[in-house]
């Protein structure tokens, strides 16, 4: 079974408490073999950029393409396509159930996304966009390749 416990250590206060934390979770997996211990910087968050091509790309999306919502075709509101693409990232969505009956689908929130992931997410809305035939507006081509590079 692989365990992986993840500390985010932002000031020279917090790496005490942390690094205790480590050794006693290391002496205690040490007990059944061999273990890894990993330093790295975390990456970075998405950047404003990227937050700023995305709405372009949904609003052309949320004009252009019409969805099956509860058994009819309709134009959807550039926040319900985010969720929907956004849910096109993961192999397995998570449901639950709402309060008053029906289902509420738990998406991934695009704010707390890695820039490689948030640039996967691009690339998966222009190829949805693209299998669709949606008519890109200049803010969503601009500095296209510049978005690219931010993974």
Do not use: H
């Not at 992986?4 to 205790?20: H, N, P």
């Not at 609003?59 to 693409?85: C, F, H, T, V």
């Not at 998966?124 to 390749?145: C, D, K, N, T």
């Amino acid at each position: 079974m692989k365990r992986e416990c993840v500390y985010t250590v932002a000031s020279i206060r917090d790496l005490q408490g942390s690094l205790s934390m480590v050794a006693n979770m290391a002496g205690r997996g040490l007990r059944a073999g061999t273990i890894e211990i990993v330093l790295r910087r975390p990456a970075k968050r998405r950047s404003l950029d990227q937050n700023r091509k995305l709405w372009p790309m949904l609003a052309d999306i949320s004009e252009q393409i019409e969805w099956p919502i509860n058994g009819r075709m309709d134009y959807l509101p550039a926040e319900d396509w985010k969720d929907i693409l956004t849910a096109g990232l993961d192999s397995e969505q998570r449901v639950a159930q709402g309060i008053n009956g029906g289902f509420v689908m738990l998406g991934r929130r695009t704010s707390k996304m890695r820039k490689k992931e948030f640039a996967e997410l691009i690339e998966l809305i222009y190829a949805f966009g693209a299998e669709r035939g949606v008519a890109w507006s200049e803010p969503a081509m601009r500095a296209y390749e510049q978005y690219r590079e931010a993974a």
